[in-house]
């Protein structure tokens, strides 16, 4: 026997707006803002259940000068499963990334509490 599929199996569609492109700053940081809406097109494993809307939040600071920061925030509407992310993030000796990031925030204020964290660290050379 084998295993067929029919793709695909999900449709993602996004955008980000660069606000320092168009001349908006805040303090020393770039700014912008980026959405993702999401929906399942077949029942298969992988697919969404339901469809899925995303928004997020970024300001970064790359500077020779200083220590590069990046800070970013995200909100997930989906039914049953509606999100509040965090990250911050670094990068040393313009070749190292350090990054860390929550999941779940949301759930900080129900009786069902669960936050992820996620650690990266990657480099390039």
């Known amino acids: ?7 695909p199996t999900m449709f993602r ?12 700053k805040i303090g020393s940081f770039a700014p912008a803002i980026s959405a993702e809406f999401a929906i399942g097109l077949t029942d298969m494993v ?5 469809q899925r809307l ?11 000068e200083s220590l590069p920061l990046r800070f970013g925030t ?9 999100d509040l992310t965090l ?4 990068t040393l000796f313009h070749s190292i990334s350090i990054d860390l990031a929550t999941g779940h925030l ?5 009786s069902a509490s669960r ?7 990657s480099a390039a050379f």
């Open 1 to 7: 026997s084998s295993f067929t599929t029919s793709l």
């Open 13 to 24: 569609v996004g955008a980000k707006l660069d606000l320092d492109a168009i001349g908006v």
């Open 46 to 50: 992988g697919s969404l259940k339901d």
């Open 54 to 64: 995303g928004v997020g939040f970024t300001m970064s600071r790359n500077s020779d």
């Open 74 to 82: 995200g909100f997930l509407l989906e039914k049953n499963a509606t």
């Open 87 to 90: 990250a911050v993030g670094t």
């Open 106 to 110: 949301l759930d900080l204020f129900s």
């Open 115 to 121: 936050i992820d964290l996620a650690f990266g660290i």
